[in-house]
T-cell receptor
Framework: GAGVSQSPSNKVTEKGKDVELRCDPI?????LYWYRQSLGQGLEFLIY????????KSGLPSDRFSAERTGGSVSTLTIQRTQQEDSAVYLC????????????FGSGTQLSVL | GDSVTQMEGPVTLSEEAFLTINCTYT??????LFWYVQYPGEGLQLLLK?????DKGSNKGFEATYRKETTSFHLEKGSVQVSDSAVYFC???????????FGTGTSLTVIP
């Protein structure tokens, strides 16, 4: 596609439910990032994928959060047993390679946990 | 650890006014510095960058100079337009890690 695509754009869920957020990066981009943007906060790094290397999961806030990237392309961020503090905009970004510093962002998924 | 601190908003300016959004950073080594912009309803996009001390990044009339002595990367524009209304994020890439560090964002509204 022409840009980074994220779905859904909005997700409302009940506390305790699991959610899956999808990111489709730009074709050929080997690096993929997930960030979280909470109200009044900066972008919080969650996880980073680079090619076939083991992902950098150092930013995941708890073991309820996990992510995978299949075939070096599409990525899914899963949040289990959602809590109200998980409410935020989840942003995905990709770049051509690790040392290419220009990130291309998707429009994000607005997650609301009631 | 590495971090970015940027001026809190929101900022409201009249068209053709001068804009400064302050950004300072903390980093080990020699990071690359960026400004990203998020227009209403759109994803973040790169506005400009500088990769070494004294470099000046520029784009769309915006400028920022990498100042190592003051660890700053302030964003400036001489004459803002209504179309510049957006949220601006200062960011740092540490070259040794796997992530960008972003500031909290500064919302700019330009009124006619």
């Amino acid at each position: 596609g022409a840009g980074v695509s994220q779905s859904p754009s909005n997700k409302v869920t009940e506390k305790g439910k699991d959610v899956e957020l999808r990111c489709d990066p730009i074709s050929g981009h080997t690096a993929l990032y997930w960030y979280r943007q909470s109200l009044g906060q900066g972008l919080e790094f969650l996880i980073y994928f680079q090619g076939n290397s083991a992902p950098d999961k150092s930013g995941l806030p708890s073991d309820r959060f996990s992510a995978e990237r299949t075939g070096g392309s599409v990525s899914t961020l899963t949040i289990q047993r959602t809590q109200q503090e998980d409410s935020a905009v989840y942003l995905c970004a990709s770049s051509l390679r690790k040392d290419n510093e220009k990130l291309f962002f998707g429009s994000g998924t607005q997650l609301s946990v009631l | 650890g590495d971090s970015v601190t940027q001026m809190e908003g929101p900022v409201t300016l009249s068209e053709e006014a001068f804009l400064t959004i302050n950004c300072t950073y903390t980093a080990t080594g020699y990071p690359s510095l960026f400004w990203y912009v998020q227009y209403p309803g759109e994803g973040l996009q790169l506005l400009l960058k500088a990769t070494k001390a004294d470099d000046k990044g520029s784009n769309k009339g915006f400028e920022a100079t990498y100042r190592k002595e003051t660890t700053s990367f302030h964003l400036e524009k001489g004459s803002v337009q209504v179309s510049d209304s957006a949220v601006y994020f200062c960011a740092l890439w540490a070259n040794t890690g796997n992530q960008f560090y972003f500031g909290t964002g500064t919302s700019l509204t330009v009124i006619p």
